[in-house]
Nanobody, 124 residues
């Protein structure tokens, strides 16, 4: 399984970006596809997840109503549409795949496969 993240960049506060995570070799071991982010000096934190088999969506409270996770089955790709971006959203964003259980899907340690990360910088 390989994950390839793309779409990061520099944007002003209030702007939008769309991240993509292309998945090759997707299996049942990657039933959950998630986005995490890590800012300098901070822990890697959960942003959003999608359960491929059911389409169930999950969001961190800090991004709910601003970010939207979605998928394109035909392209085996997961997207993260980020609107109303804030400077505190600045981080490296990683896509991840795994089979956590519902109570652990927000923990990065329960994901097996990781993309290389894409930088998102929001200027004030």
């Amino acid at each position: 399984v390989q994950l390839q993240a793309s779409g990061g960049g520099l944007v002003q506060a209030g702007g939008s970006l769309r991240l993509s995570c292309a998945i090759s070799g997707r299996t049942a071991r990657t039933d959950y596809l998630a986005w995490f982010r890590q800012a300098p000096g901070k822990e890697r934190e959960f942003v959003s997840a999608l359960r491929w088999s059911t389409g169930t969506l999950y969001y961190a409270d800090s991004v709910k109503d601003r970010f939207t996770i979605s998928r394109d089955r035909s392209k085996n790709t997961v997207y993260l549409q980020m609107n109303s971006l804030k400077p505190e959203d600045t981080a490296i964003y990683y896509c991840a795949g795994g089979r956590p259980i519902t109570t652990t899907l927000r923990s990065h340690s329960h994901y097996t496969y990781w993309g290389q990360g894409t930088q998102v910088t929001v200027s004030s």
